[in-house]
């Protein structure tokens, strides 16, 4: 698949195949995550992989729409050192966006599904993946083949057109 395709071709999917994904395709994804842009290269992410059903559903825990988490082969938690400073939470926040999003991309372009949550419990995330006190979980990405057809790219999406949302020079009231 080529980039615009899976740019087209990516939506949050909550509906897993059991089947394991390949430990290729797993390293792929997280390779892509682990080559996305950061703020000074500092790179202040970590990945916890999860693929034992009895942690996913201790997993899907951590935020009130993560019930779906369990129906995944697999979820990589994105963990962050905790910043006090806003500055450098939102430096922090901002790489790992871009992180998440490169993970998403990648999967697509596997044919794999993914659909990411929040994590609002952090003693409970920090009880199920063994993250240090000085570091969050920030979000979950869940993967795995998808139940039904692979997610093919979408010609005219249900979104806002881009005449609609981007302004040149200055904004103006449409």
Not at 82 to 105: C, S, Y
Not at 115 to 137: I, N, W, Y
Request: proline share 9%; with cysteine; charged share 20%.
């Amino acid at each position: 698949m080529n980039t615009w395709d899976a740019i087209t071709a990516r939506r949050q999917l909550r509906e897993f195949s059991p089947e394991a994904i390949p430990d290729v395709d797993m390293q792929r994804v997280l390779e892509a995550g682990s080559r996305a842009p950061s703020a000074r290269n500092r790179q202040r992410w970590g990945f916890v992989i999860v693929t034992n059903p009895a942690q996913l559903a201790e997993l899907s825990g951590v935020w009130p729409g993560a019930a779906w988490i369990p129906a995944a082969p697999a979820t990589i938690a994105l963990v962050i050192p905790t910043a006090a400073e806003p500055t450098e939470r939102e430096a922090i926040k901002f790489d790992l966006g871009q992180a998440a999003m490169l993970i998403m991309l990648a999967a697509t372009d596997l044919g794999l599904a993914s659909g990411q949550a929040g994590c609002s419990d952090q003693e409970l995330a920090r009880k199920v993946l063994g993250f240090p006190d000085d570091h969050e979980c920030a979000m979950l990405i869940a993967l795995g083949l998808p139940a039904g057809p692979a997610p093919k790219p979408i010609v005219k999406p249900d979104r806002r057109s881009v005449g609609d949302v981007a302004h040149f020079g200055r904004w103006t009231t449409r």
